[in-house]
């Protein structure tokens, strides 16, 4: 579950290290110069639901993600991850949390000098699961995206689509709580988009939690559920 | 790209199920096709090979241990120096008393009272002979006033027997010369400032006129003293080596910080503690700075085989080519030297712990 309630965020603003409780005065007053990018966000996506996160560029589509999947700390408001209050959270506890987040970024973000097995592999290492254990899982997971016969194709070698698949797998290897996706499709052609997209409705009809991103209405059409709009960091529309 | 269009959509079992029954991976891939390639590579996933350079670090690692080595060296030489010159027979100070047999001139620091002949006046002036009876009188008190100096740990005179043996080459048997007294001082070798001979002769002059302090030991004992010093240098040299090397252990780190700050990004999203992180540039680290001060310790060897070599006729080992490169070998501080290696490697392991964890905090 994810709940949002009066959330506002700025850039620049202190991010409290190591969960260390600041004084509330003391963030305002760094926060001050900059405009809040997302204000008075309250909303609640329960467990188990596909939500559409809408708005044209610079609505705030990626920084509203960026506080999903804990690469940002709320500036004011109350952010709700999987049971965790985000803001009063130590630092040692997201981590674990993180690992609960599969997160598809728009630029794919794989490590350029792992392999497509190694990239895909990476979060199941970081969680400790034995090479035995883990290479069935990745394989499959290759496999099911198209790219078995790329397996040690390094990120550079491999065409956008490519690469968006293996970020996609590398997302959902660990079978993720949270799948969080910033324009899954925009490097995809239209049969490659259809797939992607029917992966991610199979993720969610399997018990997780989806929030894509995107600004392509057609997209939005094939697959109708419940969305967040987004116009100059408000929401404007819910559900 | 047709292929994965014509695929249908269902998820991979591995998605639907929680655990997997052993061998359950896809047909057709025989397991262990993709292990070794993953498993090499698993090891680097910052890609530190080469944002950690294996030239500049353990270059930059090799020096300080070679300086630290050259410390150690300084340290040890100046040890050995100190302990052979203050325990040695160099150390002493030779005391003369002319007209040892003759009465002491009064003085405070001189025993109350003589044995009754010494006050004799009509003792001879030259009394004291090689085959004539012991010393008295002023030798005594010249004895007396050094042993109550408390930098002095021990003055004794030096017997006849050595003395004819000594002046044999230059006199002969020549029994009848009126020799002076000589008195053999050893200094304290824990006394910070010996006392200087002009200060002893200012002693002595009151008991025993015309007194001289051969000045050799007190200018060793001084020597000794600057061993001392070079020594506690050398060591100062040494803690500076090793907090310039976690200096630059820290730069590299920040360097290989900043060069894969976007790899780490990734790490730390896909839920990557500091400690994961931290250990990856930890091990690397330690490798290079091991490897490093590896070579720095054995370049030293060499180094400091030749310094000692060139030692050893100062420290009592033979100047002969053979025989002194040997005590030199022996004279190397080893258990030190092995000991570099792993305390750099520490060194750098603890310094890059502290440097990416701290890096690493700005991150939330």
Known sequence: MVRFSEVGLRYGAPQRPLGARRGEAARQAGAATRPEVLRDLSFTLPAGSFTWLLGASGAGKSSLLRLMQLALRPTRGTVEVLGLDIGGARRWQLPHLRRRIGVVFQDFRLLPHLTAFDNVALPLRLAGRPEGQLRADVLEMLRWVGLDSRLHALPPEMSGGEQQRVAIARAVVTRPALLLADEPTGNLDAPQARRVLALVGEMNRLGTTVVVATHSQELVARQPAPALRLEGGRLVGDR | ?364
């Not at chain 2, 010393?135 to 004819?164: G, K």
């Not at chain 2, 010369?177 to 008195?183: M, R």
């Open chain 2, 1 to 364: 790209m047709s292929a994965i269009a014509d695929r249908d959509a269902a998820p991979p079992a591995g998605l639907a199920a929680e655990t997997r029954p052993a061998g359950g991976g896809p047909a057709g891939t025989p397991p262990g096709t993709a292990s070794r390639p993953g498993r090499r590579r698993d090891r680097d996933p910052l890609g530190l090979r080469r944002a950690l350079s294996d030239r500049l670090l353990p270059g930059l690692v090799a020096a300080m241990a070679l300086l630290a080595a050259l410390a150690l060296g300084g340290a040890r030489g100046a040890a050995t120096l100190a302990a052979r010159w203050q325990t040695g027979a160099a150390a002493a100070v030779l005391v003369q008393v002319p007209e040892p047999a003759a009465p002491a001139a009064p003085a405070e620091g001189a025993p109350a009272g003589g044995p009754p002949a010494a006050r004799r006046l009509d003792a001879p002036p030259a009394a004291r002979r090689l085959d004539g009876p012991p010393a008295a009188r002023r030798l005594d008190a010249a004895l007396a006033a050094l042993r109550s100096i408390p930098s002095v740990s021990e003055a004794r005179p030096m017997d006849d027997a050595r003395m004819q043996a000594l002046l044999r080459p230059w006199l002969g048997d020549a029994a009848d010369l009126p020799l002076p007294g000589v008195i053999e001082l050893r200094l304290d070798p824990d006394a910070a400032l010996p006392e200087g001979a002009d200060s002893l002769e200012a002693r002595l002059a009151a008991v025993a006129p015309g007194a001289l302090v051969e000045s050799h030991g007190l200018w060793v004992a001084r020597l000794g003293a600057l061993a001392r010093s070079l020594q506690a240098v050398s060591l100062a040299a040494l803690l500076l080596v090793a907090g310039v090397a976690a200096a630059v252990v820290a730069v590299a780190t920040r360097a290989g910080l900043i060069a894969r700050r976007e790899a780490i990004g990734v790490l730390h999203t896909l839920g990557a503690t500091d400690g994961d992180i931290a250990r990856r540039f930890a091990r690397r680290v330690f490798a290079l700075a091991g490897a490093g001060a590896l070579m720095g310790a054995a370049l030293a060897v060499p180094l400091l085989a030749g310094l000692a070599g060139l030692a050893a006729p100062l420290l009592g080992g033979a100047a002969g080519a053979g025989s002194g490169i040997g005590w030199a070998w022996a004279g190397l501080p080893w258990a030190e030297l092995v000991a570099l290696p792993p305390l750099a490697a520490l060194i750098g392991w603890a310094t890059a712990q502290l440097t990416v964890r701290r890096w690493l905090r700005r991150l939330p």
